[in-house]
């Protein structure tokens, strides 16, 4: 008995016969997303170009959007139009959240500080009906 019949009977030479149909299985895999997501590109830097600013942050966005449609890329749907509406949800929570912390990181110089209003103490007239209990 050799000790691959002991592990459970595969040989180096499976083993590698399956790394390389994995391999060959991911590579497929790749070259569909890149396939599906490719006529996105173009429409998701118009997309970040029009709410972007300065607009040479709409690559970057753009690049940012697609590293998420390749983190969610098992619930890619298959139909164009789907995958377009599902590619722009995904830009416009990225845009909303870049957004707020650009907000955030410069609203003290966009907004005044609001100015505090005095108030009047209340007023210490007797009420004509008793106090609820």
Same mark, same amino acid.
């Given at each position: 008995? =050799?000790? /691959? %019949?002991?592990?459970?009977? =595969?040989? #180096? +030479?499976?083993?590698?016969?399956?790394?390389?149909?994995?391999?060959?299985?991911?590579? /497929?895999? %790749?070259?569909?997303?890149?396939?599906? #997501?490719? $006529?996105?590109?173009?429409?998701?830097?118009?997309?970040?170009?029009?709410?972007?600013?300065? =607009?040479?942050?709409?690559?970057? @966005? =753009?690049?940012?959007?697609? #590293?998420?449609?390749? &983190? +969610?890329?098992? *619930?890619?749907?298959?139909?164009?139009?789907?995958?377009?509406?599902?590619?722009y949800?995904?830009?416009?929570?990225?845009?909303?959240?870049?957004?707020?912390?650009? @907000?955030?990181?410069?609203?003290?110089? &966009?907004?005044? #500080?609001?100015?505090?209003?005095?108030r009047?103490?209340?007023? *210490?007239? *007797?009420?004509?009906?008793? $106090?609820?209990?």
């Amino acid at each position: 008995m =050799t000790a /691959a %019949d002991a592990v459970g009977g =595969t040989s #180096v +030479h499976d083993t590698q016969q399956l790394r390389e149909e994995l391999s060959d299985v991911s590579r /497929a895999a %790749d070259r569909a997303f890149e396939e599906a #997501v490719a $006529p996105l590109v173009p429409l998701l830097l118009r997309y970040f170009a029009r709410r972007v600013t300065p =607009t040479d942050d709409a690559a970057d @966005c =753009t690049s940012e959007t697609l #590293v998420g449609l390749w &983190k +969610h890329r098992r *619930r890619l749907p298959n139909a164009e139009g789907d995958r377009r509406a599902w590619a722009y949800g995904i830009a416009g929570r990225f845009s909303r959240t870049t957004g707020e912390a650009a @907000c955030a990181a410069t609203s003290w110089i &966009k907004r005044p #500080v609001p100015r505090q209003r005095y108030r009047h103490p209340p007023s *210490r007239t *007797r009420r004509s009906s008793p $106090p609820r209990r």
